[in-house]
């Protein structure tokens, strides 16, 4: 019992930290309807800079995350200056490859740039651990936690009610539409990557300073396509839901079918609970049924 | 007309095809064999890509090497060595190529850095006879011993050699010692569990537990919750700094650490793990196959000037010690081929019979475990040192541990 | 079809306008380049030999995941997975069960292929992005498995592979494998350029331009999509079989996520949907690694890099060129080619 306790909060406090990184796909493929296979890349570079400004440069935290932060708008803007806009109206096909051409190149620069493979953040948060009945968690995956619901519920209500929000939802179902009543749709997808990049940041930051930076949180992005699969690709509610899904699904999977199966069968957990998600709700759970027409 | 223009196309095509085909003559055409004064010995360096944070010292580290010995010590019995390295990107496939452009520009033997790179090149090198080592090593490399060979030893004997120790030294129960591993899923966490399925009745320890992460991984409370519940005395991980970081701070989460003993293999034991770790890495054990900077041993003068020369940045960085390490090692290799043999019948065979096989107790200018040559068995160097994070320092707490010889072609479930 | 002839030719049959090689030209410079493909041993050494054994095999992977992907419209970001499951039933046929090459070889394509279907099957219910994600879940749970499967797979330790051998003629030195993956290369390589031209092959490209569409006039989705699976995957089988023989040693690190973008990048390079594309694609960024694997050590002892260059410019390099690609040239080098054979076909009268 009280193993289940902990292998609980453990997958949903994990959970929560996907659902953040989830939640900067969502934000792109909700205002543009381009999927994002550069997430990790995104979240590493992000990562890798903010220890250049405090660690590096030395910068105090209430200079160093603006820095981060105007870091992360400059280079939304420039993704998608240089690497999406050319290709707009492009097959599908077309922008989930050039995205892939992004990841290749940013991977490059980072290595370029900070040639070492792990460094260490400074910590942010109290090291003191917080006691749940007989389970234990550390206070970073709990804050974690905290600031990936308040990002979802600031999204959630600037799509709902802000009218850039409103404009952006309008040019991912049509772009044709939207441009013809007179609004740029590239400023909205320029914008929509200057904000998924400043959530890729944030992620990074809170990933990095349980982890420490490596150059496998380019492979968080992976763990952040399973959520989408299965709460939908369109829906901030299904990210922030089905984060704790999977996570709980790897926690408890790992807790109990490990004995049964072969070592480290918690890795693979997401990846079949997607292909089964596929079959049974190919949107996902809160995504939207798209109706085809010729 | 179309008999014209059939001829005219046939030369353009031909004229294109020499024209193209030229480079790759002259880049290709079959290397003669080592002659006169130099002997080639070829290099596979994961300079850049994916492990470059390695490969990039260790590049460093033989190249510097090999510059000493043909610049102070005047080659080999008065020989140049002519070192022929190409990167490998760690990319297993253009390992494959460029050991067979080793093996066409007339080298000796070879060597790599790691042993993914190794395993990619080792069949083809097998096939041909022609004799290499690897700097760091896995089971199968060496097993069943062909003609690839091992520097150091690899992260099963690490785990042998700890155990070893462990008995001996830390252990103060009664009964056998619980165990529980936790490997990174990958050869460097699996020569563990290899290890210790071939060896932990006989050495008396009792393995309660496997569990594997990966190297992305967040948490590891999941696993250690279940370690936790069979009470080990002891858990060991094979892994790299950053999950093994991550493993300590959720075994202190926890409360299992400090209490029972943590330890690690050779990949984890770096600063990184103490600046990941911070405190919660205090008191942890680990092995390392090399001494440290500024030890005391002969070798170290000479290393520290070249480092200091032409790589300042390498400095303290122990993976550089790890190839001047293999530099001294070819070189050594080199004098007792040319001491036994003669320059002239240098061959790739008569390395490997005269060179690698006769090496017999050479100390390495103390850098490492002494190299010797065991028939049956080919690892070079077969020694660990035990180490402790103590206030925030990585210090020496043994000798040399000399890690057992498993053979592991007897066993029935290793791969063959 | 006649824009494609010269001046002058005309067909005259159903067979002379369905053949692959139309004019004396056509089967001149066929004969010329078989001859010069044939002899290459010659005057290679081991080194291009290897890397043109290399570029082989690759050719082979890459014909699948374009029929899969650049016909078809089935994107796959798990190849290498795939070529993984050929890889490794070889090796396991012909190492633990001593069974003949060619039967591990072909069994590798089949193993491969049904995997691929298995994995395939979400097709029927997604398409675009959400069938790419499934893909890579393909991936990771196939290397799971091998690394996992002990007692088969050798697990993580690996396993090894005896050199392929056909009839008692054992191909071990470079120049002997050479002819052998030439051949296999060459088979589907003319395969692919003739599916292309099948009622299924103009299934895949009616399914891939718009599969509501396709449905619609009659053709059966699931019936197509997953045969597209079976065979880019029985491709990738194949070229795994191989791949295996020549290192001789493989471990479930030969085949990684990196390995399957990369295929992505070849077709898209060369140009999918075409048959000359992949082939195009796999030459110029196999060129482009040995390339820089040969310039570095240079680059290296002229100029004090930086520490991160070389690591850092190697993917900075092929990111920009599939981005590059992409925008400027988005048919790949194919359509160049298409457009250079035109030129020389009305040269020197271009107009």
Known sequence: MTELLQFVITGVTVGMVYSLIALGFVLIWKSSGVANLALGQLVLISSWFTYGMLVQVGLPLWLGFPAVILFALALGWIIEKFALRPLIAQPILSLITVTLGVAF???????????????????????????????????????????????????????KYHRMGIVM????????????????????????????????????????????????????????????????LDSFLGAIVAGPII?????????????????????????????????????????EARIERI | ??????????????????????????????????????????????????????????????????????????????????????????????????????????????????????????????????????????????????HIYGQMPDYGDDWAAFVRYYVDNIWQGSGKPKMALHLLNNPTGYGVRDAARALADEMGIDIVAIEEHSATTISETESLTRIKSLNPDILYISSTPQPTSIIIKNAVELGMYPGITIACGHASLTSALIDLGGASAEGVYGVFPTVNWDDDVPAMAKMTEYCQNYHPDDYGNMDYITTWAEGLIVAEILRLSIENVGIDALTPQAVEEYGFKKLDNFDVGGLHGAVNYNPGDNRLSKSVRVFQIQNGEIMPISGWVEAPLIKYEDFEWFGK | MNVDLPAGTRNYTYAQDMAIFRTRTHWGLFLGLLAAMLTMPLYLGNYWLSVANLIGITII???????????????????????????????????????PFLVGLICAGIAAGAIGIIFGLP?????????????????????????????????????????????????????????????????????????ARTKAGRAFIAIRDNDLAAEVMGINLFRYKLTAFFIGCFLAGIAGSLLAHRIGYINAENFTLMGSILYIAMIIIGGAGTTIGPIFGVIFIQML???????????????????????????MVLGLIIVLFLILEPRGLAHRWTLFKTSCRLWPFSY
């Open chain 3, 61 to 99: 992977a890459a014909t699948g995941l374009n029929i899969l992907t650049g016909y078809c419209g089935q994107l796959s970001i798990g190849h290498a997975g795939f070529i993984a499951v050929g890889a490794y039933t070889s090796a396991i046929l012909t190492n633990r069960f001593e069974l």
């Open chain 2, 1 to 146: 007309m179309n008999l014209k223009k059939i001829l005219k196309i046939a030369v353009a095509a031909c004229l294109a095809f020499i024209v193209t085909t030229i480079p790759l003559l002259s880049a290709g055409c079959a290397g003669e064999p080592s002659n006169g004064d130099k002997v080639k010995v070829g290099f596979s360096i994961c300079y850049t890509g994916v492990a470059a944070e390695k490969g990039r010292p260790m590049g460093d580290g033989i190249l510097d090497c090999m510059k000493y010995v043909n610049e102070e010590l005047n080659g080999v019995d008065g020989h140049q060595i002519e070192v022929i390295w190409r990167d490998n990107q760690y990319d297993a496939a253009k390992a494959g190529t460029i050991i067979s452009e080793l093996m066409n520009k007339g080298c000796l033997f070879f060597t790599t850095n790691s042993s993914k790179m190794m395993g990619a090149s080792m069949e083809i090198a097998n096939r041909a006879e022609f004799a290499g080592f690897s700097v760091f090593s896995a089971p199968a490399l060496t097993h069943p011993p062909q």
């Open chain 3, 289 to 315: 690694q040995q390339g820089i694997t040969l310039i570095s050590p240079t680059l290296e002892s002229i100029f004090a890099l930086p520490a991160g260059f070389t690591a850092g410019i190697g993917p």
């Open chain 1, 105 to 159: 190149f940013i991977e490059g620069a980072t290595s370029f740039i900070w040639p070492k493979s792990v460094a260490a953040l400074p910590r942010f948060f109290p090291q003191a651990t917080v006691h749940i009945g007989t389970a234990v968690v550390s206070q970073e995956y709990l804050w974690a936690a905290v600031i990936s619901f308040i990002l979802f519920v600031l999204l959630s209500l600037y799509f």
């Open chain 3, 123 to 195: 097709s029927m219910r997604v398409k675009g992005f959400y069938l790419a994600i499934s893909t890579i879940a393909a991936q990771f749970i196939i290397i799971w498995v091998i690394n996992h499967w002990n007692s088969m797979t050798g697990g993580f330790t690996g396993i090894r592979v005896p050199p392929a051998s056909i009839g008692g003629v054992s191909f071990v030195s470079q120049a002997s494998q050479f002819y052998l993956i030439v051949a296999t290369t060459a088979m589907s390589v003319f395969f692919a350029r003739n599916l």
């Open chain 1, 247 to 287: 996570g709980l699904a790897e926690s408890l999977g790992g807790g109990y079918l490990t004995p049964l199966t072969w070592p480290g069968v918690r890795e693979i957990i997401p990846y079949i609970t997607i292909i089964i998600v596929m079959f049974l709700k190919p949107y996902g759970l809160f995504g």
């Open chain 1, 169 to 232: 939802r309008a040019a991912a179902d049509d772009q044709l539409a939207v441009q013809a009543c007179g609004i740029p749709v590239t400023k909205i997808f320029s914008m929509a990557w200057m904000l998924a990049c400043i959530l890729a940041a944030i992620g990074g930051i809170l990933m990095s300073s349980i982890g420490g930076i490596t150059f496998g949180l380019t492979e968080t992005g992976l763990k952040a396509f399973s959520v989408v699969i299965l709460g939908g």
